[in-house]
């Protein structure tokens, strides 16, 4: 594709000897790398890239788009990769799983109204005791509900309304409902305090004390009067 | 009209016109110098060639930008040597380097007729030095080869490769060094 001319001057006696007794000079060694790292971009560039410059100058414009597909497509396939994996991360997750969507979707609206209206306790209590008794919702889970629940039929899992029927070997067995207590301290026990009346009061009586009498003082005071007063102090503070 | 005696600055002023053949000459003028420099940093004469001509069109293109701070040359120069890089680091690029047989053995020699030069070339000496220089570190090897070609000045390698001119001094002369170690553990 190339024509190559060039003449490699006096290199080439330089590089024979230093090739031939493997004991060139230092000089002849570097004509020798001159010479080989010469040849080793000696080409000329093909005669016909004028003409070939000039026809890819005069079609841009039409390459333009072309040249634009290629980034195009692979922009495309790493927003599907990206989307495939964001999709396999999604369902990777438990909450996520189809089984598990599908569970949830064929449970919520058998559950929903018992969620929104109180439900009977027992479908025997109305028809035997004539009274409204009934409790607060969510405190029964799995019975059976809707026109079974008019009837006398003892309160059984439906399992229609979990969608447990539908689901195939490896789908999970219907969880248990979790039942999450309320949280908080017991009661406190707090004995109670029982306050007895104020008996009788004997009165009190106060003798009197002499002025200057030390009988009834205690023994500290009495001795801090007996020692003299420290020297430098004057007399009122030493009393 | 002859364009012989036309300068390159007025070739570019008259292809920013839109005077097609006038960039025609601008490229007969430099496709060696810039096939060179594209086949010092690839190795591969196709994929030297094909640089170039991107190099070409790719310097049409933005030859309004092109503010004549250096030559037309060194600019085109440095145009294609980016995208000799940008080429080299390309995934094809590394996949051929990792498929090749064995260490400076992946340069592609110019498939030249076998004279005088040549044979000596391909003596044990020449041999050595083939996988010697192609062994040598990118940095190294692109500026030994690009100041051997004959092509550039070392003021042109330092602009096309964005160094300065000290460094391109240095690189030659450790790239030197480093060839000549090898060489004497060679027993030359």
């Known amino acids: ?239 | 009209m002859s364009t012989s005696g036309v300068s390159d600055s007025e070739l570019v002023e008259r292809a920013r016109r839109g005077d097609h053949a006038a960039f025609g000459v601008l490229v007969d003028r430099h496709r060696t110098s810039a096939f060179r420099a594209a086949l010092a940093a690839l190795g591969s004469p196709d994929d030297a060639e094909d640089i170039t001509q991107e190099a070409f069109v790719a310097a049409f293109r933005h030859l309004a930008d092109f503010r004549e701070q250096a030559s037309f040359k060194t600019w085109l120069l440095a145009i294609a040597w980016r995208k000799a890089l940008t080429r080299r680091r390309s995934v094809k690029a590394m996949v051929r380097r990792f498929v090749a047989p064995a260490e400076g053995t992946e340069w592609e020699f110019p498939d030249r007729s076998r004279g005088q030069e040549r044979a000596l070339i391909d003596s044990e000496l020449g041999a050595h030095l083939k996988r010697l220089i192609s062994g040598l570190s990118p940095k190294l090897r692109d500026v030994l080869l690009l100041t051997t070609s004959g092509e550039q000045t070392y003021e042109e390698i330092a602009v096309m490769l964005g160094i300065p001119l000290g460094t391109v001094k240095w690189r030659v002369a450790e790239s030197r060094r480093q060839l000549k170690g090898k060489l004497a553990e060679l027993g030359y």
């Open chain 1, 1 to 239: 594709m190339a024509d190559t001319t060039r003449d490699s001057g006096s290199g080439i006696s330089a590089f024979g000897k230093a090739s031939a007794d493997k004991r060139g000079s230092e000089s002849q060694i570097d004509e020798a790398i001159d010479l080989v790292a010469r040849e080793m971009t000696n080409l000329d560039a093909p005669a016909g890239m004028r003409a070939e410059v000039l026809a890819r100058i005069e079609s841009a414009p039409s390459r333009t788009g072309f040249a634009l597909l290629p980034r195009l497509a692979t922009a495309v396939s790493l927003a599907v990769i990206v989307l495939a994996v964001a999709a396999v991360l999604w369902f990777a997750r438990p909450a996520n799983r189809p089984e598990t969507v599908a569970a949830i979707n064929h449970s919520s609206p058998a559950q929903a109204p018992r969620a929104a209206k109180p439900e009977t306790r027992s479908s025997e209590t109305p028809a035997h005791t004539g009274l409204a008794s009934t409790t607060p919702a969510g405190t029964r889970t799995g019975a059976a509900t809707g026109p079974a629940a008019g009837g006398a039929i003892p309160a059984q899992p439906d399992q229609n309304a979990t969608g447990a029927a539908d689901m195939g070997p490896a789908a999970l067995a219907q969880p248990e409902p979790i039942v999450i207590a309320a949280l908080g301290p017991d009661a406190l026990q707090i004995p109670a305090i029982g306050v007895e009346p104020i008996g009788d009061l004997k009165p009190i009586t106060i003798q009197d004390i002499p002025v200057g009498s030390t009988e009834n003082q205690s023994p500290s005071i009495r001795k801090f009067e007996d020692e003299p007063a420290p020297s430098g102090l004057c007399a009122e503070q030493a009393h």
